[in-house]
């Protein structure tokens, strides 16, 4: 067995509510009692949430009138369609920003309306709106007036907005990062974070939010529209975007998903043969791990119109040359990450050895495109927050560096960010993610603030190896087809409803092998043997003849175009 330094602990304690919660569950929804008692554990613990839970409906979303400006948005773009004025859509470079900018100028073009998209290059603009990118937008349609719809940016362009106002045009704002300081004199905004909004839900995507433009406009304009076909967009943004998958977030992802397991859209379907996911249902971690990274490529490497492309695509070939075009991205992609994580890995070692929580790396010539990547795969390592710094090629005079932050659970590095503000030339974002601007010269001094405000959170970051696991199964007979198909029922999952995890103790694996590293096996259950695999879990050392514990998750798969369960091992150990 190998000497493994990772720990379990379980959710579910086996107290008598839970499991009265659980019999409930079992009789009302026909699901094993061990699926009520994880519900219970995670706060759904009436028979009314769990109905809203497991039963998520479209009519159950609040009416899109709730959002502040949601009102003036309209009547603006309204008043733009009247006018027979073209629609700039402004949108931005990750898969939400893109996803969001497909949306509007899906639903534009379907009404014939005269549509224009632009989404800013990452290596050469800065993010959101900016004067330069307005101008190209504008130059596609000139002299015409119009509307400026922004998606997923915008609450902070105050002189872009000005700008664009002066050029003739009306600016209607769709963001959902958190406001900072003055907000921009839009025609209309829109941004469930803003001040004054009472919109009962705050979490949605960029492309979430325009996504209850369009149910608005479609309410105003009286027309008849599949607004439904869309939501294959919504799901991408969301999930890639690691919004909370509860609420109206989950009814709209859990739609998305049937809609983009089904998808019309030719560019994804040849993204789905690029990614192995034909002929199955799409799953909110294929978005995560599959597809976001390929059209996040397409951004990264400075080419998001390409991004759009897929979505957008009429005909075969044109949606196979995007996706083939996002593939070849997506690789290169991959090797400037490899380059690069090693060097700042060992950046980050030193920096753990030193005792800092917050941890900062600078790689002068590191591409601006993979700096989120490295300090994801770098908090993931470390479990602290991580920024990541490049010089910003942008810059001429080469005083200034830009970087990119990913955080942990109980770390709000926007927050934190503010607190080091006077040394921050430019940041945005949200708590797990943020983006900044320093000077170089700045860099020590900006250091010592930010790690500062890091150990003052005082949160317990470092618990890396420890597992959490849900639901202790007391025996393998509790292991069956029907827990496996249960389990589904939670789905989707990802951020804030994270997938369940099963224990099972003194286990004998069945018909091993260690492969690559990874481990196949098969597990006894009550009524059938499950095929099972653990990623990384083939140490040398491990001795699969003895008894074993056994940390799981039920997945589905597909193997050939035929679904079946499977157990994912997560974590072996000796009791
Ligand atoms: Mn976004």
Request: charged share 20%.
């Given at each position: ?31 094993p ?98 004067i ?6 504008v ?30 045009l ?10 900072r ?26 492309v ?32 890639a ?21 089904a ?18 249902a ?25 991004g ?83 010089d910003d ?50 860099l ?28 202790r ?44 590293g ?10 059938q ?30 193997f050939?175009?035929v679904?079946?369960?499977?157990v ?8």
């Amino acid at each position: 067995m190998p000497a493994s330094d990772q720990k379990y602990t379980v959710a579910c304690n086996g107290g008598p509510q839970e499991r009265a919660f659980g019999v409930a569950i079992a009789k009302e929804f026909g699901l094993p009692s061990q699926v009520g008692e994880i519900l219970y554990s995670r706060d759904i613990n009436t028979l009314d949430k769990a109905e809203e839970f497991l039963h998520p409906q479209l009519a159950m979303l609040p009416a899109p009138e709730k959002m502040k400006g949601m009102h003036e948005a309209v009547a603006c773009i309204i008043a733009a369609c009247n006018d027979n004025q073209p629609i700039f859509i402004h949108g931005d470079y990750d898969v939400d920003g893109i996803s969001a900018t497909a949306l509007l100028v899906s639903f534009f073009l379907e009404l014939n309306r005269q549509t224009f998209f632009y989404i800013p290059n990452r290596l050469q603009e800065n993010y959101g709106l900016s004067i330069k990118s307005i101008d190209r937008l504008v130059a596609q349609c000139p002299n015409r007036g119009g509307v400026l719809i922004s998606v997923d940016c915008g609450i902070s362009a105050v002189e872009e907005v000005v700008y664009a106002r002066q050029l003739g045009l009306r600016v209607v704002i769709t963001d959902h990062h958190e406001p900072r300081g003055m907000l921009p004199e839009a025609d209309a905004l829109i941004d469930p974070k803003q001040p004054g909004c009472t919109f009962p839900y705050d979490a949605l995507s960029g492309v979430g939010v325009a996504f209850y433009l369009l149910m608005a406009l479609r309410k105003a304009m009286g027309i008849r529209l599949n607004l439904k076909q869309h939501l294959d967009l919504v799901a991408l943004g969301t999930v890639a975007d690691v919004m909370p998958l509860t609420g109206i977030n989950r009814i709209l992802v859990r739609a998305g998903l049937e809609v983009l397991s089904a998808t019309h859209r030719l560019g994804l379907r040849s993204l789905y043969s690029c990614s192995a996911l034909e002929k199955r249902a799409i799953l909110s971690e294929d978005i995560a791990f599959k597809l976001a990274p390929r059209i996040n490529a397409a951004g990264r490497l400075g080419n998001p119109e390409i991004g759009v492309a897929l979505l957008l695509a009429k005909d075969r070939s044109d949606g196979q040359s995007a996706a083939d075009a996002l593939e070849q991205m997506n690789r290169v992609r991959k090797q400037l990450e490899t380059q690069k994580l090693m060097a700042a890995e060992a950046i980050c070692q030193e920096q753990v050895r030193a005792g800092n929580n917050g941890l900062i790396v600078y790689q002068p010539d590191c591409h601006a495109g993979v700096l989120g990547i490295l300090a994801s795969r770098l908090v993931e390592r470390h479990q602290r927050p991580v920024l990541v710094f490049a010089d910003d090629c942008k810059d001429r005079a080469g005083e200034t560096i830009k970087g990119s932050g990913r955080s942990v659970k109980g770390v709000n590095l926007f927050q934190v960010l503010a607190c080091c503000d006077q040394t921050i030339e430019q940041f945005g974002g949200h708590a797990m993610a943020v983006g900044l601007t320093i000077k170089r010269n700045n860099l020590e001094r900006f250091a010592s603030i930010f790690n500062h405000q890091i150990s003052m959170l005082k949160c317990n970051m470092h618990d890396s190896n420890q597992i959490m696991a849900d639901y202790r199964l007391p025996d393998a007979s509790m292991l069956t087809a029907h827990l496996a198909h249960a389990v589904q029922w939670l789905q989707p999952f990802g951020e804030s409803n994270p997938e369940p995890i099963f224990l099972l103790e003194r286990q004998r694996l069945l018909a091993s092998k260690k492969k690559n590293g990874h481990l196949i096996f098969q597990l006894q259950g009550q009524d059938q043997v499950f095929p099972g695999i653990g990623f990384h879990l083939a140490h040398p050392l491990l001795d699969t003849a003895q008894q074993t514990d056994v940390l799981f998750q039920l997945k589905r798969s597909w193997f050939r175009g035929v679904e079946r369960s499977q157990v994912h091992a997560l974590m072996l150990a000796t009791s």
